[in-house]
């Protein structure tokens, strides 16, 4: 498990969000250390920032040592990265903003390169979680089957158990587009001219959440753990994940950390959910860290 967090710090509520799952996060009895880190653009005062971090309502116990960071740098993500290098952190915090600096590490290019090089956890606060932090009851983690899922699935289960929180394994399928003869009146029926009859959809369908249910179940098996939950969503999966995680107190997905969907729940889905995802998300990378001195990708 986890023993250093690391979090991307900026001075407003979405850094008080990011604050507010560090604090959530280091009730883990392995964590000894929290890193503050603020990236500073090249017109920022790196005094002003220090000020401000001292002053931070730090959300964790007495006995977590603190350290507070302003630095300037490169691009955000090389100075998250290398910060997160330096200090030898195992996961990084963020807040959820599409508009200020914490936001922009997971969102658009830079968010493709962080996510790209990072070989370590990302967890991204939903916006207003500083107004009211929940603690880690139920864990989800979205399952495929595969490898990059698998490491996920192993890093939930680990968090789920430090925390006593129930896990739930949860699949998606994707059903193909209903054919047209569902659909309203005034849509042309040779849009649909080759797609699947309903009685043929919905048989694929069944068959899909058949398969789901069996790797679900194999992987449940794996962790040997009988009292982990299975769920199997059937619909879009950004939409059915968002609206799973209403049930869950935290939700992990998988990424490989080349930039590009390996499955189901990488690419535009977890991109997706890092600014709609009602509850924290992890994105767990399934890459180990570089040599010291590798380009950063």
Known sequence: MYSKIAVAYRGDRHGEDALALAGV??????????????????????????????????????????????????????????????HSADLLVLGSTHRGFAGRALLGTTGERLVHAAWFPLVVAPVHFHEGPAPLKTVGVAFDGFGESHVALRWAADLATAFKARLRLIGVVEPQPAPAETWAGGVPGEAWANGLELQQTTYVVEEMRERVDRDLASARASLGRDDTEITTLVGDATGALREEAENLDMLVVGSHGRGHAASVFLGSVSRGLTHSCPVPLAVVPSRTRPEDGAALG
Do not use: K, M
């Open 25 to 86: 996060l280091a009730d883990a009895g392995s964590v000894g250390e929290v890193v503050v880190i603020e990236a500073l653009r090249a017109a920022q005062s790196g005094a002003a920032a220090e000020r401000r971090l001292e002053r931070l309502n730090r959300p964790w116990s007495q006995h977590i040592q603190t350290s507070l960071h302003a630095v300037r740098g490169g691009s955000p993500v090389e100075t998250l990265v290398s910060a997160v290098a330096e």
